[in-house]
């Protein structure tokens, strides 16, 4: 499937983080900001499965090395950014992992995005508390 010069780099959002994920033939190493996936993450295995959730559908989890540079947002938001990039990756290199990937939902950038503050609201729905004398 992957020979030794392919090299995809794409790019994954999720509200207000980027992931520019790298991916190429390898033994199944992840790295994000230089650091491998553990490290990043730390104890947080529902965040290393969703990582490696495009991969093992695809059964690529020890064909493919993936290096990860994410900022912005939370830790889960760059989790979902980085699933998003490499999801993206796994479909340049191979078309034929369309239906899978669009079955899953991999493909879909999530458009939920924090809602603005208004002006006359505490928050962007909450109001001032209401005094009535």
Known sequence: ???A????VKTGRRKCSIAVAKVVSGKGRVFINGKTLKGYFGN???LEMAIYRPLVLTDNQDK?????????G???AQA??????ISRALLEMNEEFKPVLKQEG???????VKERKKYGRKRARKRFQFSKR
């Open 1 to 3: 499937m992957a020979d």
């Open 5 to 8: 010069k392919l090299e995809v």
């Open 44 to 46: 947080r295995p529902s």
């Open 64 to 72: 493919l090395d993936v290096r990860v540079k994410a900022v912005g």
């Open 74 to 76: 939370g830790v889960c």
């Open 80 to 85: 979902d950014a980085i699933k998003h990039a």
């Open 106 to 112: 991999l493909l879909t950038r999530d458009a939920r």
